[in-house]
């Protein structure tokens, strides 16, 4: 746990950098943010695990309510709802809500009191869609993304039979012109653009061709601490969020993206030594473990390779934000505290 701390803190405090060369304001802000996120771990370690798992149903549809509550009154920035305004900073339910999703499956999935096996399939498919459903709403697709990764990943090392998977996998092929249907417009030029950039070179497949251009600009050494010109002068859009990564690269050189992938890959290393070690036992409270680590995983590598794909021009652009280097709060602190509640 001390390692995955260190290298937490590492990560964030290099994201910090990042973002004091590009906008100063933000800069304190994500140190305040940072402060009340390790303030968080070590409360949340004080506590301790069982509370939150001894009151998890409680947790899971208060924060259901949370999110149908942020899709009327939520802050709207850029045509999306995503944030409840609490007047000294701003909460995004869709974020913390992670942690409760990680932990409610993994008690779910590690149970064996369901009727039949069809019966706790549907059941679980059901409490999946109840929340992903009202996040692709707001509308989060990235994030949405980010619960459909975990909870498919549960299934896929479930008991359930696999061939409810693929019947679920046929299905949302055959229904996909469908699910293209409820996309928002500017979804369907983010996958339109990424399969023909030429198509819209100053609309949507704009970001990723600047995103390459920032990254290819870096170098090997970085342009220096404030003095990326892509960034700096708003060629590059969410040169703070969804493109952060192509900013820290742009400052820090390819030796800087180099460290950062290396410091992630020591995360995901020391996270699936855990997985490993409750996998061959699979009992009672190690099962929960397992899936616990399992899911947290997940959450943390589907939010990295999308990101930094996204940055690369090799995967569409999801709203995805990269995990301690992207400005947030309500992110850096869902990690800390899922980190927390590590087994």
Request: proline letters at 3%; charged letters at 15%.
């Amino acid at each position: 746990m001390n390692n995955l701390l260190i290298l937490s803190l590492f990560l964030s405090i290099f994201g910090l950098f990042n973002l004091l060369g590009i906008d100063r304001n933000l800069f304190y802000r994500q140190l305040f943010a940072l402060f009340l996120a390790f303030t968080v771990f070590f409360i949340t370690k004080k506590i301790g695990r069982d509370f939150f798992e001894r009151n998890i149903n409680f947790f899971y549809w208060f924060f259901i309510f949370i999110l149908i509550i942020t899709f009327f009154i939520g802050k709207e920035v850029k045509g999306s709802r995503r944030w409840l305004d609490l007047f000294f900073f701003r909460f995004q339910p869709s974020e913390i809500f992670k942690i409760f999703f990680i932990l409610y499956f993994s008690s779910f999935f590690a149970q064996k009191k369901f009727f039949s096996p069809f019966e706790g399939f549907f059941k679980g498919l059901l409490l999946f869609l109840i929340p992903t459903i009202l996040i692709f709403k707001q509308p989060d697709l990235g994030n949405a993304l980010v619960y459909g990764f975990i909870f498919f990943t549960f299934l896929f090392f479930s008991d359930f039979p696999k061939r409810y998977i693929f019947y679920l996998s046929v299905f949302l092929i055959l229904f996909f012109p469908l699910f293209w249907q409820i996309l928002a417009d500017y979804q369907k030029m983010r996958l339109i653009s990424f399969f023909n950039p030429h198509l819209d070179k100053q609309g949507t497949a704009y970001n990723i061709s600047q995103a390459v251009i920032t990254i290819g600009s870096g170098g090997f050494f970085g342009k220096g601490l404030g003095l990326g010109t892509q960034s700096r002068l708003h060629f590059l859009p969410e040169n703070k969020t969804d493109f952060a990564f192509a900013s820290l690269v742009e400052q820090f050189g390819f030796f800087g993206g180099i460290i950062t992938l290396f410091s992630y890959g020591l995360i995901f290393y020391l996270i699936i030594k855990k997985i490993f070690r409750f996998f061959f036992i699979q009992q009672g409270e190690d099962r929960k473990n397992f899936f616990y680590c399992l899911g947290l995983l997940s959450y943390l590598a589907f939010q990295f390779f999308v990101n930094v794909g996204m940055n690369l021009g090799i995967v569409p652009i999801a709203g995805v934000a990269l995990p301690f280097i992207s400005y947030g709060g309500s992110a850096v602190l869902t990690l800390l505290f899922g980190f927390a509640l590590l087994p």
